[in-house]
Structure formats: structure tokens, C-alpha cells
Nanobody, 126 residues
Framework: QVQLVESGGGLVQAGDSLRLSCAAS????????MGWFRQAPGKEREFVAA????????SYADSVKGRFTISRDNAKNTVYLQMNSLKPDDTALYYC???????????????????WGQGTQVTVSS
């Protein structure tokens, strides 16, 4: 079992930055692909970013490319999402997820991730 706990969300203004953290417990996630997803009210959950086991491969949704950066610290069993130049459209509940069947391919598909956190709310005002 893997438990994931997100933190770092909050209410910010457009153009501000936030750094989300995802702390894993129960099992080391250093060998797994980790991802961030988000879900806005009335919308489906969507892919944001993913990172392979050693950080050598990362994938981003087009909507966040150039503004968000995913990273990981395997010694701390933690994954991060640095979000810069935030926009009101980034408002959503942000989820961390683990793909325990994959260490290298940074899938964007929700179905490939088998452990999820409870989410942390990010609200960006205009």
C-alpha cells in the first residue's frame, strides 16, 4: 500500500506561484512514475505532469508547459509541483498519483495510476 498526502495549496492571485508537495508513505516510491492531476468543478480530472523514477523524463500538459515544473526527492519519498505564473484557469483540486507498474514511461492516462492522494485545493483569483 502507498499513502499519498498532498499539501501546499491555497488561494493566490493571478501571476503568483505555489509549490505543491506530495509525501508518500507505506512504501518507497523511488522506483515508480509519479504524476499530478487536477479536477476543476464540473470538469473531468485531467493530467498535469508526470516524472519517471529518477527525474530524467518528464511530461506536461500543454496548458501548463513552461509554467509548471515537476520534480522529486527520492530520499524524502516526496514529489513536487512548482507552479508559476498561475492563471484563474488553474483553479482546481490537485491530486498526486503513483503508477506502481511503471518506472520509466510517464503516462498521461489516469487509468495507469493506481494510488491517489486526497487532493489539495488551488484557487487563483483574477
Amino acid at each position: 500500500q502507498v499513502q499519498l498526502v498532498e499539501s501546499g495549496g491555497g488561494l493566490v492571485q493571478a501571476g503568483d506561484s505555489l509549490r505543491l508537495s506530495c509525501a508518500a508513505s507505506g512504501r518507497a516510491v523511488s522506483n515508480y512514475v509519479m504524476g499530478w492531476f487536477r479536477q476543476a468543478p464540473g470538469k473531468e480530472r485531467e493530467f498535469v505532469a508526470a516524472i519517471n523514477w529518477n527525474g530524467g523524463s518528464r511530461s506536461y500538459a500543454d496548458s501548463v508547459k513552461g509554467r509548471f515544473t515537476i520534480s522529486r526527492d527520492n530520499a524524502k519519498n516526496t514529489v513536487y509541483l512548482q507552479m508559476n505564473s498561475l492563471k484563474p484557469d488553474d483553479t482546481a483540486l490537485y491530486y498526486c498519483a503513483a503508477n506502481t507498474h511503471q518506472s520509466t514511461y510517464t503516462s498521461t492516462r489516469i487509468q495507469n495510476y493506481d494510488y491517489w492522494g486526497q487532493g489539495t485545493q488551488v484557487t487563483v483569483s483574477s
